[in-house]
């Protein structure tokens, strides 16, 4: 995959959308490009969080630890950016990661993601309604699973 076309999937991510096309070459070029085999974790539960990755190719599952073992609780696909919440709230990852088929992704370091928050405050309400929206559709998985 080319700079060019690493910028046109950034610009289909809804919290990249809004920001100036050299700023998202300079993203693409900054971020390492990293590949994943099916079942190979991007990063573990508790593991520190160091970057957020956007996934260009393939899809992920999003897997919490509990006392009664590992549950599924969404899959994510092209364009979905995951280990943000860690970088955000500054503390260990609270799910794993794990590619459910063979996945591309972009690695963006946690300091280049605080940079561009703090530059786009565009980018920083998108991020925000991405959170909130993940929480809604959680509390509604919630809702379902004590319902049964």
Partial sequence: MTLETEVQTLRQVPMFRDIDPARLKLLAFTSERVNFAEGQKFFSQGDPADAAYVILQGKADVELESVGGTIKVAE???????GEMGILSDSPRSATIVAAAPTSALRIDKRVFLELLTQFPQMSVAVMRELASRLEKMNAQLA????N
């Fill in 144 to 147: 379902r699973q004590t319902r």
């Fill in 76 to 82: 994510l696909g092209q364009n979905a950016i995951v």
